[in-house]
C-alpha cells in the first residue's frame, strides 16, 4: 500500500470519527452524572435533520447547527426530565427517544420537502466547507510531512477541529474543574452531594444539557460536514457504537478519542475498500460493511462485565426527608 493510500485512508477515519467522538463525550458527560443515555442515536438523527433542513431553508451553515442542537437538547431536556424528575426508566427513556426521532424525521422530512424522507443537497454557506490550513498548499510535495499536513492534518470541516478539542477540554472539565469534581461525584454519591448542600438536580441537568450540545453538533456534522443532506436513518447506529466505545473507553476522555478512531478506521476501510484480500482469499463486501458491528458486539461482550460504571448510574436519586 502507497504511503499517500496510507495518509488518505488516516484522513477518512478522523473525518469518519467525528461524529462518534462527539457522541462519545455526550455519553460521557450523562453517564458521569449518573444518568445513563441510550438515546444518543435519537438526538444525533433528530440534530441531522433539523440542521439540513434549517441550513437549507435559510442558507446558513451556522444557524441550522443551532437548529439542530436545539433539536438535541430538546429530546436530551425530554429524558432529563422522564429520569430525573419523574424517576422513570433511563433506558426505556432513551429507547423512546429514538423512536420518535426515527419516525418523526422521516416523517417531517417527506411533509416539507417530498423527496422520500430526505433534505435537499446543500451547497455553499448552507453546509460546511473544508478549511484549508496556512502553507498546507504549500508543502504538499514535501516528502512524508507534506501529505500528512496537506491531507491528514489540514482539509477538514471546523467541527472535525472542535471534536478533538473536546478531548482535552472534556478531561480538563471532569478532572481540574470543581463543577468536574461535582459532577463526577453525583454518578458516585448522589447522597453525599445532597449532603453538602449541591442540588443533585441541577448537576444532572447540566450533564443532560451538555450531552445534547455535544450530539447536537455530532448530527450537524453527519448532514451538513460528512454529507450534504439528511437521509433515512443516516446515523447507522452510531450512537449505539459510541456507547460501546465508551464502555471501551471506561468513560475517560482520552481512550475515548483511541476507541473512536478504532472504530472510525472500519468505516473507513468500509468506504475506502470493498473487496479485501486475505491470504489469498477475498473477504466479502457485506463482512466488510459489518465490520464495525461485529467490533461493537465483540466489546459488548467482553468488556461490558470488566468496565465499572459510575456506582449511581441508571438509579434515580430519591432526597431523604
Known amino acids: 500500500m502507497e504511503f499517500l493510500t496510507i495518509v488518505q485512508l488516516l484522513d477518512s477515519t478522523l473525518r469518519s470519527a467525528t461524529p462518534l467522538l462527539l457522541a462519545c463525550l455526550a455519553g460521557l458527560f450523562s453517564e458521569r452524572a449518573g444518568i445513563f443515555d441510550i438515546g444518543l442515536e435519537g438526538k444525533m438523527l433528530a440534530a441531522a435533520f433539523l440542521s439540513a433542513a434549517v441550513a437549507f431553508a435559510t442558507g446558513s451553515v451556522w444557524i441550522g447547527l443551532l437548529a439542530g442542537i436545539g433539536a438535541s437538547v430538546a429530546l436530551s431536556?425530554?429524558?432529563?426530565?422522564?429520569?430525573?424528575?419523574?424517576?422513570?426508566?433511563?433506558?426505556?427513556?432513551?429507547?423512546?427517544?429514538?423512536?420518535?426521532?426515527?419516525?418523526?424525521?422521516?416523517?417531517?422530512?417527506?411533509?416539507?420537502?417530498?423527496?422520500?424522507?430526505?433534505?435537499?443537497?446543500?451547497?455553499?454557506?448552507?453546509?460546511?466547507?473544508?478549511?484549508?490550513?496556512?502553507?498546507?498548499?504549500?508543502?504538499?510535495?514535501?516528502?512524508?510531512?507534506?501529505?500528512?499536513?496537506?491531507?491528514?492534518?489540514?482539509?477538514?470541516?471546523?467541527?472535525?477541529?472542535?471534536?478533538?478539542?473536546?478531548?482535552?477540554?472534556?478531561?480538563?472539565?471532569?478532572?481540574?474543574?470543581?463543577?468536574?469534581?461535582?459532577?463526577?461525584?453525583?454518578?458516585?454519591?448522589?447522597?453525599?452531594?445532597?449532603?453538602?448542600?449541591?442540588?443533585?438536580?441541577?448537576?444532572?441537568?447540566?450533564?443532560?444539557?451538555?450531552?445534547?450540545?455535544?450530539?447536537?453538533?455530532?448530527?450537524?456534522?453527519?448532514?451538513?460536514?460528512?454529507?450534504?443532506?439528511?437521509?433515512?436513518?443516516?446515523?447507522?447506529?452510531?450512537?449505539?457504537?459510541?456507547?460501546?466505545?465508551?464502555?471501551?473507553?471506561?468513560?475517560?476522555?482520552?481512550?475515548?478519542?483511541?476507541?473512536?478512531?478504532?472504530?472510525?478506521?472500519?468505516?473507513a476501510i468500509e468506504t475506502r475498500f470493498q473487496n479485501i484480500d486475505l491470504l489469498g482469499f477475498t473477504l466479502p463486501v457485506q463482512f466488510v460493511q459489518a465490520l464495525p458491528y461485529i467490533l461493537t458486539v465483540v466489546i459488548l461482550a467482553g468488556f461490558v462485565g470488566r468496565a465499572i460504571p459510575p456506582r449511581a448510574g441508571g438509579a434515580p436519586y430519591i432526597k431523604e426527608r
Not at 422521516?106 to 478549511?131: E, K, M, Y
Not at 444532572?204 to 444539557?209: K, L, T
Open 77 to 267: 431536556l425530554l429524558h432529563g426530565l422522564a429520569s430525573i424528575n419523574f424517576r422513570g426508566n433511563q433506558l426505556i427513556s432513551g429507547v423512546a427517544i429514538n423512536f420518535l426521532a426515527a419516525g418523526a424525521t422521516v416523517l417531517f422530512a417527506q411533509n416539507w420537502f417530498r423527496q422520500g424522507g430526505r433534505t435537499p443537497q446543500l451547497s455553499g454557506d448552507a453546509r460546511f466547507d473544508p478549511i484549508s490550513l496556512p502553507f498546507a498548499e504549500t508543502l504538499q510535495d514535501v516528502p512524508i510531512f507534506g501529505p500528512i499536513y496537506h491531507e491528514l492534518i489540514s482539509g477538514h470541516a471546523i467541527l472535525v477541529y472542535v471534536a478533538l478539542f473536546m478531548v482535552p477540554l472534556t478531561w480538563w472539565v471532569l478532572f481540574r474543574t470543581r463543577f468536574g469534581l461535582r459532577l463526577r461525584a453525583v454518578g458516585e454519591a448522589p447522597e453525599a452531594v445532597d449532603t453538602a448542600g449541591i442540588s443533585v438536580v441541577h448537576l444532572r441537568y447540566a450533564a443532560v444539557i451538555i450531552c445534547g450540545i455535544l450530539c447536537g453538533i455530532a448530527g450537524a456534522y453527519l448532514s451538513t460536514g460528512l454529507q450534504a443532506n439528511f437521509t433515512k436513518d443516516m446515523t447507522a447506529n452510531r450512537g449505539f457504537i459510541a456507547l460501546a466505545a465508551l464502555i471501551f473507553a471506561k468513560w475517560r476522555p482520552w481512550y475515548a478519542l483511541g476507541a473512536c478512531l478504532l472504530f472510525g478506521f472500519l468505516f
